[in-house]
């Protein structure tokens, strides 16, 4: 990505307009991918990605989920100045088969999360589960991860930089699977029974994984050397724990303007969630009321706007604030540490701070 | 795999014995790829693999079911006579890998597959969706399949037929998809509408995708020339067509014994079955008799044994036969023009036959 596609009419670079351009770059090859499967399944994965109904016919006016994921990866193949043929061109070129292996395995997992979670809505859209069955959902999440490992298939043109991607791409998918099953084992344990920590390391795993990998995809794929690769590591690790407690904040207090889920959804579904735990473990009498009204068994908990008023004023809003933003912090340090070129640099921190807010 | 391994003792290789030798070769890697997974994974992995009680504690009389590709793998590589290293061990070992993916392959599909046709039995124990529930039999498929990617993953011993080995793996688990969703599509026509020919190519797709895939694996990691390839392959085909067949006829008339199935359970979930659509294309009276069995709408279609007497009366079940008889000649055609040692020629027949009597 040139200097001038990543920045807005300022001359800075702008989460939206990083956003725009990667959804342009990677949409064809997810087309691609889907266009390669058995009609019904191309069906089932068009209505998923926004392309089509139901029934197949064409959409008009639903706005993708934004390709957060890819950018990144986009991005991050800024890392080396330009690229290995001294091409600026060629660095994000190089990336795109990694960009759109990074969206295609965030569908997967997004295709059989709703259908673990029995969530219904998916970026405001009803969820292929809910639409098609569950056996369509399942078939088509493991059609897109099929499309995701073809996609990164060693083609000879840089042995060892396809090698690492693929291993970092199997790696995360086995990651994205053992945080999910952790999770789930999570959930069933009362909140009470749960450190923040715990529950950071859980909940963020899952969602750094992906962030990990597409960070560090883009800039193995570049060319950039070690040192880049594992800063870049470690900042999608912080990057994810925020992105998480931010969403458990939005879960509860801001409805389904962002996420496209429901207000609470969290709090419904029984999963524990940072507010809810911090706030428990805050030791002050809200604390003590909360603990009480949650000890009333599941037969009668109290309404869910209740439990987040008690929740927040135990503190545990502002212990997860305080916690999102200090992950951000570290994350943000940890690009510093990149020493990135400087356009790269700020479309990173533009994407990050995106991500927390709206991720 | 030694012509002495390969030998029951009259030195003619017998399938069980081939079986139970794959079976101790292959189950410490598939108990290894368990063992690395998250501990809920590995108790639900376990579970399905036969070796534990739902509660993870461990199972005593529960007979694994036998690793038949996996046996497959190891014998195709015996293909080159003597390994790369002209050692006949070596041969057999660098196919190990191959053949423990390829069993994590079947193993992935077979807990999906439960899930899609809602089937609550599995090799004669109740499925892993139907002990722990759908988003645990989800996530476990899915775990396995990253572990057999893991399996094949390049180590650089031997770039060329590792990426090939690669390669086909990627393609299969794309055709299993594609296979599976054509099959959905398929069941959800009227049986009279559906040519045998369709049919044949459709579910035998599926079961015979895994099978080349077996057969050819474990020659390209032993070294075989492309055209020994390109011959198990077609026996392959062959080979997962005449199965198919068999099981089609075996879930109508023989009951859950072989299969672990209840009798006749594919035609209680309505899908489509080659005696079913060779009985309907049969021109005679006991064709139209059942034509009209089943134009009664499926609020009222007739008990099952009555539509087996009747498919069996058209003549359904003795086309079958002959089909499935006729697709295992071809096999072993092919398998014939593959020109292999003796030992291997021996073995694999051996095993194919048992594929069709038994899998």
Redesign the interface.
Same mark, same amino acid.
């Given at each position: 990505m040139t200097t001038e596609e990543l920045s807005d009419t300022h001359g800075l670079p702008a989460a939206p307009s990083l956003l725009s351009t990667a959804h342009e770059r990677i949409e064809p090859l997810l087309r691609e991918a889907v266009g390669a499967?058995? %009609?019904?399944?191309r069906r089932v994965c068009g209505y998923h990605f926004g392309w089509s109904q139901p029934d197949g016919s064409p959409t008009y006016g639903v706005a993708p989920e934004p390709p957060l994921r890819a950018a990144l990866t986009l991005c991050a193949a800024g890392a080396s100045e330009s690229g290995r043929d001294g091409s600026a061109t060629h660095s994000t070129d190089a990336a795109l088969p990694g960009a759109a292996a990074v969206e295609l395995v965030h569908n997967w997992a997004a295709l059989?999360d709703d @259908?673990?979670?029995g969530e219904a809505l998916r970026h405001g859209r009803s969820a292929v589960w809910a639409v098609y069955g569950? *056996?369509?959902a399942?078939?088509a *999440?493991?059609?897109l /991860? *099929?499309?995701a $490992?073809?996609r990164v298939? %060693?083609t000879g043109a840089d %042995?060892e930089a396809e *090698?690492a991607v /693929?291993?970092l791409l $199997?790696r995360t998918?086995?990651r994205l @699977?053992?945080g999910?099953?952790?999770e789930?084992?999570l959930r069933r344990r009362a909140p009470e029974g749960i450190s923040v920590e715990e529950y950071a390391v859980v909940a963020g795993a899952r969602r750094s994984s992906l962030l990990e990998c597409a960070l560090a995809g883009g800039a193995l794929l570049a060319g950039a050397d070690e040192r880049v690769v594992e800063a870049l590591t470690r900042a999608g690790h912080h990057l994810g724990v925020a992105a998480q407690v931010a969403r458990d904040i939005e879960d509860l207090w801001s409805g389904t303007a962002l996420s496209g889920r429901p207000v609470m959804s969290g709090l419904r579904e029984g999963g524990p969630s940072l507010p809810l735990i911090a706030a428990l473990r805050a030791g002050n009498p809200a604390a003590r009321t909360l603990a009480q009204s949650l000890g009333g068994g599941p037969a009668c908990p109290p309404p869910p706007d209740e439990l987040a008023a008690l929740i927040d004023h135990a503190g545990g809003r502002a212990a997860a604030d305080e916690i999102s933003a200090w992950q951000l912090t570290e994350a943000l340090t940890q690009l510093d540490k990149a020493a990135l070129p400087a356009a790269t640099h700020a479309a990173l921190r533009a994407l990050f701070r995106h991500t927390v807010a709206r991720g």
């Open positions: 499967l058995q %009609p019904e399944l059989h @259908v673990m979670d569950t *056996g369509w399942v078939l *999440g493991d059609a /991860l *099929g499309a $490992t073809r298939l %060693p %042995p *090698g /693929l291993r $199997t998918t086995s @699977v053992s999910r099953s952790a789930l084992a």
